[in-house]
């Protein structure tokens, strides 16, 4: 007979591909922060101790061992993001400027699901598992924006499925140890300045002896521009660990450990031209339709989280996390056929987030929440900063409230308003941004996501 767990494992998964997660970041980088309704409400701040719920499954399973009953936690988030996006200027490697703008807000909004089920097996040692979404980049520009060379499209879709195990050693302490396995989908899609690529070759080798006139390169005026895409997938493992400790005078500590996951994903690159190129272009560029192939080691992670009951009704809760985006220096796409790699150049470091958090029960059927937040991009300079993704330093403030609606039946709500600190993007058309150009961009950037979730207790 197949476990609750398994069968949880199972459904949950299935609900999770259906959905097609594809969300904006709102972590630093491509991070979801995104995992709990409840945590939301004190903007993850003592994610690693608190363990109210079967989201600690995701935030530290060793927490598993502090729910006496099985538990069922289905939540939802809705993330809105607002990008303002100020073009300063955009130019060829032979300084003819780029028109088109910056047209619409590049910010996409997305639904996003996690699903965690935990079930005591004895009073010392319980399981769980989980479905979650812990990477997700969604962005797009109009694509005749003065940046369409560098970014149009980006999205990627990260679905997480882990299964915990937890054990109680004694009163005051308990260890968790869970296995991931992920999917990891991306697809990124940017214009091809063919006028330039014609006019810096020379017109005899690469466009048949005529060059397209130089210009500005405004797709009404001078339609040379032609598309590029890469859509690629991958599956990995991982793990993570974690400890809780009960300490005296209601004071809990947690940490808990997520590792790298090196997704080695593979796929196609499709790349057309606009039919007044001439098609001797792609032979003379070595540009042709291949299969892509690219490493991407997603970043491990450490929290260390504290919890403190204050009396009958107030807690309050900090936590900092440290996570590795070192990890990824660059996006190498090479190509089965051979053809010259397409880099773009990150120079991410690792990044902390700062949360603290409270909470106050006003009455046995009520919980109210708060709390703030700050947290560091790995991004360090302009030069860097790419157009798919203009992170910033972000300030949380967040709010939330649960309600015991039946000795069973629990639910949660948070809202959190997210500053991302102004942004630039300051690329040179030198290396290998010589045929993207020119840009400079100012940006600046909110979010606001809502979330809520039920839990059942069986």
């Not at 955009?90 to 935990?118: C, L």
């Not at 260390?304 to 996570?323: E, L």
């Not at 796409?333 to 902390?352: A, E, M, R």
């Not at 993704?389 to 309600?403: E, K, M, Q, S, V």
Request: aromatic share 10%.
């Amino acid at each position: 007979m197949k476990s609750p767990t398994y069968r949880f494992l199972q459904k949950s998964a299935l609900a999770a591909a259906i959905a097609g997660i594809s969300a904006p970041a709102s972590a630093a980088f491509f991070a979801l922060a995104e995992q709990s309704a409840s945590g939301m409400g004190t903007a993850f701040a003592g994610g690693a101790a608190i363990a109210e719920d079967a989201s600690t499954v995701w935030y530290n399973p060793a927490g598993m061992t502090r729910l006496d009953r099985p538990q069922l936690v289905v939540a939802g988030h809705y993330i809105d993001l607002n990008i303002k996006t100020n073009v300063i200027s955009a130019s060829s490697v032979q300084g003819i400027p780029i028109g088109g703008g910056a047209g619409k807000s590049p910010g996409e909004s997305a639904f996003v699901p996690n699903f965690y089920y935990t079930h005591p097996i004895t009073k010392e040692f319980s399981v769980g598992a989980g479905v979650n979404a812990p990477f997700g980049l969604a962005t797009e520009y109009d694509s005749t924006w003065a940046g369409r060379y560098h970014a149009i499209k980006s999205e990627i879709k990260a679905i997480n499925y882990n299964v915990s195990g937890a054990y109680k050693f004694n009163d005051a302490l308990s260890g968790g140890v869970g296995v991931d396995y992920q999917h990891f989908k991306a697809e990124l899609t940017q214009a091809v300045d063919f006028t330039t690529i014609c006019n810096v070759l020379g017109a005899a080798a690469a466009c048949g002896g005529a060059a397209p006139a130089p210009g500005p390169f405004n797709v009404t005026t001078n339609p040379n521009d032609g598309n590029a895409k890469v859509t690629a997938d991958s599956n990995a493992w991982g793990y993570n660990l974690g400890l809780l400790a009960q300490l005296p005078n209601d004071f809990r500590v947690g940490v808990a450990y997520r590792s790298k996951m090196k997704q080695s994903l593979s796929g196609n690159f499709d790349i057309t031209t606009p039919a007044n190129v001439p098609g001797g272009v792609l032979a003379a560029t070595g540009l042709v339709n291949s299969g892509a192939k690219a490493d991407v080691t997603l970043p491990a992670s450490i929290s260390v989280s504290a919890y403190q009951q204050v009396g009958p009704q107030w807690a309050i809760m900090a936590d900092i996390t440290r996570t590795n985006w070192s990890s990824i220096p660059e996006l190498r796409i090479k190509f089965d056929s051979g053809q010259q790699d397409s880099v773009v150049t990150l120079n991410l470091i690792d990044s902390y987030r700062y949360s603290v958090g409270a909470t106050y029960k006003p009455n046995d059927a009520w919980i109210l929440r708060g709390g703030l937040a700050y947290d560091q991009s790995p991004v360090t300079n302009p030069q860097d900063t790419s157009p798919r993704l203009p992170d910033g330093d972000r300030t949380w403030i967040a709010i939330g409230a649960g309600l015991k609606a039946s000795p069973n039946l629990n639910f949660d709500f948070g809202y959190a308003y997210i500053h991302v600190q102004g942004t630039q993007v300051r690329k040179t058309a030198t290396g290998e941004n010589t045929f993207r150009g020119n840009l400079s961009v100012d940006y600046t950037a909110t979010i606001q996501v809502l979330s809520a979730q039920a839990r059942w207790t069986f």
